[in-house]
């Protein structure tokens, strides 16, 4: 860890502190040091990544959280902007299929860069739906110009900005939820839910999420998904590692106490060991409810209040189960979602009563599928993550984790992974209260804020602070939003008002 002085930097260079150190924060940190500020990256954890951390146990390693890569540039724009190849840092691969998606009754699809294989198989799945499927992806690519190409990397810090893009986003039918947009194109209800369950990606119900979010599936059809060979942690070592080059300090186990407030202005920060270190910005890729609530004093918060942040919508959190198995299952592709019989009365329970439900969907993760230095020799590794309420719910997860876990893995073993039980030789849970106590996240949320609407661009948290000055946020709860492509598109948005405000 490298010691730093209490005192204004002696060199010209402006001092920036950056607060976590997930996508956002690292990206963030190499955008700003490559711009020649001296950056300084804190980190509460003992290692990088945030929701990105990579768990190492009994020689499997599992990646805690992102796993689909998509918009590979972004990523690469970090190393080549630093005047390096990527390719020196980071192996990405193509995934293939994107997805297989298995259904309650027995069916499965899946699709991937193919597109013709694509429109093979929903000829053969509902062949009524094909012109609505063909229609639909036309009227996705518009939106993903107008969302991802246009919109993704502008700030949204004026009323005025969200007035300008209200006219495409009536012409692109936002008022929609993203069920409502693929069921005005296809019929088939599986393939309703194949075209609709991208918002849960970034935390929100298909059920409730603007229509903007039908761009993610566009997305992947753009760039393809993508794996880094040695997993997303490989990925945070390689950002680590060129922030260090540059010459970026980062200090690991280090949580941040307070934000340091004077006259409306960020000027600092304090740790929890009392260290006190002056920036001339500070920049929070912390969960952003929590840095206004617990590192901001009340006084100098007119808007992001305790009332106003109660009374915002979070996304759900998420429950996770890491294992490896002395037994492989070659059969299981990389990326699986398992959808269980109910979809619309999951998600409410879920989103909205809060209910942990006996019934439950799956994204099950085989990284091995792709690269086998995930698991020791001849075993595979896994992980399976089943959306759950946060933590408004109440639910006592000391209590409910160890039967849920049962449950899920009683499922598994008996539709598609036989033998599973008997066979599992490593094994770790996240549960919503990780997400809530190791990640430093407001109720837990696998997500921060849920991506709807009315929270959505200028009325999500700004990407600077509406409370305080010199105070930038990058990550999941600011504009525009989770995911690793919204997390990476915020960093973007903070290194160019940090250069206009500071250079
Ligand atoms: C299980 C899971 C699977 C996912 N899968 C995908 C996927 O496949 N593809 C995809 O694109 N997205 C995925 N996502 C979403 C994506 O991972 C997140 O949106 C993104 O990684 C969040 O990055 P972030 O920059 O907001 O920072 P975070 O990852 O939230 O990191 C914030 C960091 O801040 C640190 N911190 C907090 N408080 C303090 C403090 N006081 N002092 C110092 N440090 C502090 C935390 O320790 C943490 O390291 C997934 C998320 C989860 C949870």
Not at 175 to 196: C, E, G, H, I, W
Not at 279 to 300: C, E, F, G, P
Request: aromatic content about 12%; charged content about 20%; glycine content about 8%.
């Amino acid at each position: 860890m490298t010691e730093l002085s209490t005192t204004k930097p002696a060199s010209p260079k402006k001092r920036i502190v950056v607060i976590g150190s997930g996508f956002g924060g690292l990206a963030t940190a190499i955008r700003l040091q490559t711009r020649g500020f001296d950056v300084h990256l804190f980190e509460a954890r003992d290692k990088l990544g945030g929701r990105a951390y990579l768990y190492e146990q009994d020689g499997f390693r599992f990646d805690g959280g992102p796993t689909v890569i998509t918009a590979p540039f972004m990523l690469n724009e970090l190393f080549e902007g630093a005047g390096k190849n990527p390719e020196d840092y980071l192996n990405l691969v193509p995934v293939e299929p994107f997805y297989r998606i298995e259904f309650h009754d027995g069916r499965h699809f899946e699709y991937g860069q193919d597109e013709a294989a694509t429109e093979r198989l929903i000829g053969q799945f509902a062949p009524a739906d094909l012109d609505g499927y063909r229609r639909m992806i036309t009227h996705a690519k518009a939106i993903f110009q107008k969302g991802f190409v246009e919109l993704s990397d502008r700030p949204f810090l004026k009323f005025s900005d969200m007035l300008r893009v209200a006219p495409d986003l009536v012409r692109l039918q936002s008022y929609k939820t993203v069920y409502q947009f693929a069921s005005s194109y296809v019929k088939d209800p599986m393939l309703r839910r194949v075209f609709s369950f991208h918002p849960l990606l970034v935390g929100g119900n298909p059920f409730q999420t603007t229509s903007i979010y039908a761009l993610i599936h566009y997305l992947e059809r753009q760039w393809g998904v993508h794996y880094a060979m040695g997993g997303t942690g490989a990925i945070i070592q390689a950002l680590g590692k060129l922030f260090c080059e540059l010459g970026g300090h980062i200090y690991l186990s280090t949580p941040v106490k307070r934000i340091v407030v004077e006259n409306g202005k960020a000027i600092g920060i304090e740790t929890v060991a009392d260290r006190a270190v002056q920036a001339h910005a500070v920049v929070s890729n912390a969960d952003v409810a929590n840095t206004y609530l617990k590192m901001i004093d009340a006084r100098h918060r007119r808007k992001y209040t305790a009332a106003k942040l109660n009374r915002m919508r979070y996304s759900m959190s998420l429950f996770v189960i890491y294992f490896g198995t002395r037994k492989t299952y070659p059969g299981i592709k990389h990326h699986t979602i398992i959808l269980g019989k109910r979809y619309k009365g999951l998600l409410d329970d879920i989103f909205n009563k809060k209910l942990l439900s006996d019934d439950f969907s799956l994204y099950l993760h085989r990284p091995t599928a792709t690269d086998l230095s995930m698991a020791p020799p001849g075993n595979d590794c896994f992980y399976v993550l089943a959306p759950v309420p946060n933590q408004k719910s109440g639910i006592d997860w000391t209590k409910e984790a160890n039967p849920f876990r049962n449950a899920i893995m009683r499922y598994l073993d008996e539709r598609y992974l036989p033998g599973l039980l008997d066979n599992i030789v490593t094994e770790r849970l996240l549960t919503p209260l990780d997400f809530e106590t190791t990640l430093n996240t407001n109720l837990g949320t696998g997500f921060s804020f849920e991506p709807i609407f009315r929270q959505s661009a200028w009325f999500r948290p700004h990407n600077e602070s509406e409370d305080v000055q010199n105070l930038y946020f990058v990550g999941a709860g600011t504009h525009p939003g989770a995911g690793v492509p919204g997390v990476l598109s915020s960093a973007k948005i903070a290194e160019n008002l940090i250069c206009q405000r500071l250079q």
